[in-house]
């Protein structure tokens, strides 16, 4: 695997385990519920490095330097352990997720096989190895390889980004930088630890800056998702975020009285990514929790991916959302030292302000490439664009930049044409959320059937649903929001769509699902789902 170049950043995430000796201060809690209150287990910095120490010799007892290492283990500390026990003995971790279903069993069980781990850890190792961790940390070289991310799979087959000590210390300084993040800040996440939002920003960010961070299990915000806004007034947290679907959920699914008992006046950074960042959503968001004290001007879009490490754009701390161009918010400015260009990628050129194109970037938190595939590493790597010395990374994403903002219109992949005019599935989902007040997930994908592209939605309708008023509900959003006729509307039942791990639309999976006549209600032709 190529090296990267070292940048000679910081933060240290291992060096400031390290000075966490004798610490009890707090550096990580956990959250549970029972009925409508819950309780906060903590570990202190000091407890922290010495769990990681006992991870750190168990791993070693059974692996050596280099070694690749899964670690499935549930949220909550024994991950966190598990997972900085590695990096800490020197050795390659593999986040995934605990593989409690046999579709994550399956897919855990191809990423041993992909990377040729040693060791799996699911659970939370055992205090047997109390006195075998080493003293110190491995003082790993910055082109070293810290982990593997494995992407979501909502395109295309999961692969392996190539994460590297330097790169990682690289994405942490700019998300300080941006957000202005130091020990005064407390964090509160329920975001998944194998993902690279909840695994950099939930996670080793807290660590590299000093600050706690109480965590909550992503199935209890899934239950109630009241609970992430409640949890953030109750720490008195600074610092969070989540996707865009998130934030609707947040307002969904409660009700004014309840959101007026919060304070949210603590919170300055209210991160939002890992998904396209909806401008209605953000307005919704900022009038309901309003009364609860949030300000709008906390609200912090951003843009980033795996291949990134996590972090390539965001708006400063304190500017809020801003302007919005057809719905789509800004993302932001590029961190310090990334480059972002929109590209033309039939001609190989750059294009100008104001123009949509593919979006390329260089910097240094870009990956090395994708593990044991050096076709897909190449092709998502190696783009060059003349008279620039550097190789960018393709990210398959679809943007503007305009004023040294970038806007993200969703994933190439995504874009439907329609009468000569390109339209982003993300747009199509949303408008029909919108219609149906939330109600059912929905998937928008093209379809190529006998050389014609056809425009499928597959929307979940609930048992007892007025079919009817669905499918009229799905043609007025669309007619109305983008002059669109889809030519095919399956109404399936809830469960229907498929989604990634972490909660976004995996429209090629749900495409193929209706294809194979897997969805439990018969797809309609145009003629019947629009009277």
Request: charged share 20%; hydrophobic share 50%.
């Amino acid at each position: 695997m190529a090296a990267c170049r070292d940048k000679g950043l910081s933060p240290d995430v291992l060096g400031a385990l390290a000075a966490g000796a004798g610490d009890d201060t707090p550096a990580f809690g956990f959250a549970r519920w029972r009925g409508g209150d819950h309780e906060v287990t903590r570990w202190s910095r000091d407890a922290l490095l010495r769990a990681v120490r006992r991870a750190a010799g168990a791993i070693e007892a059974v692996t050596a330097p280099g070694d690749r290492v899964v670690v499935a283990a549930p949220p909550g500390f024994g991950f966190i352990a598990a997972f900085l026990g590695c990096l800490w003995s020197g050795r390659i971790a593999v986040p995934a997720q605990t593989p409690a279903t046999a579709r994550a069993r399956a897919f855990l069980d191809r990423l041993v096989a992909v990377t040729q781990t040693r060791l799996v850890i699911e659970a939370p190792l055992h205090d047997a190895a109390r006195d075998a961790g080493p003293h110190d940390p491995v003082k790993p070289r910055r082109d070293a390889v810290a982990y593997l991310q494995f992407t979501s799979g909502s395109t295309q087959a999961p692969r392996g980004a190539v994460i590297t000590h330097g790169a990682l210390a690289a994405n942490l300084a700019a998300i300080g930088d941006a957000w202005d993040l130091g020990p005064a800040d407390r964090g509160v996440f329920w975001l998944p630890p194998f993902h690279d939002m909840g695994l950099v920003g939930a996670l080793l960010t807290p660590i590299a800056f000093g600050f706690p961070a109480t965590l909550m299990h992503p199935s209890a915000f899934l239950q109630r998702p009241g609970r992430w806004p409640a949890l953030i007034a109750a720490e008195r947290a600074t610092f969070s975020g989540a996707p865009n679907f998130a934030y609707d959920l947040c307002v969904d699914r409660s009700d004014a009285a309840d959101r007026a008992r919060l304070d949210l006046s603590t919170w300055r950074v209210a991160v939002n990514g890992a998904e396209p960042v909806m401008a209605h959503t953000l307005a919704r968001f900022a009038e309901a929790y309003g009364p609860a004290g949030f300000s709008a001007a906390a609200l912090a879009p951003g843009y980033g991916l795996a291949e990134s490490v996590l972090f390539v754009t965001a708006r400063r701390s304190g500017k809020g959302a801003g302007a919005a161009r057809e719905g789509v918010v800004s993302c932001g400015v590029p961190a310090p030292g990334t480059i972002v260009r929109i590209v033309d990628e039939t001609q190989g050129i750059a294009l100008p302000d104001g123009a949509s194109g593919a979006v390329w970037v260089a910097g240094p938190s870009i990956a090395c490439g994708y593990w044991n595939d050096a076709a897909a590493s190449t092709d998502a790597f190696g783009a060059r664009l003349p008279g620039e010395p550097h190789a960018f990374l393709r990210t398959g994403d679809v943007g503007v930049l305009h004023g040294g903002e970038l806007y993200i219109c969703g994933r190439a992949k995504d874009v439907i044409v329609r009468a000569g005019r390109n339209v982003h599935a993300a747009d199509l989902e949303h408008a029909i959320a919108c219609a149906l007040r939330g109600q059912g997930r929905t998937a928008a994908f093209p379809c190529l059937e006998a050389a014609e592209e056809r425009l499928v939605i597959v929307h979940e309708a609930p048992a007892g649903a007025d079919e009817g008023a669905v499918r009229a509900a799905i043609a007025d959003a669309l007619g109305a929001g983008f002059d669109i006729v889809p030519d095919v509307v399956a109404l399936a039942a809830p469960g229907a769509v498929r989604v990634t791990s972490s909660g976004k639309i995996a429209r090629a999976a749900t495409r193929d699902a209706w294809r194979a006549g897997l969805l439990a209600r018969p797809s309609l032709s145009n003629a019947e789902a629009h009277p």
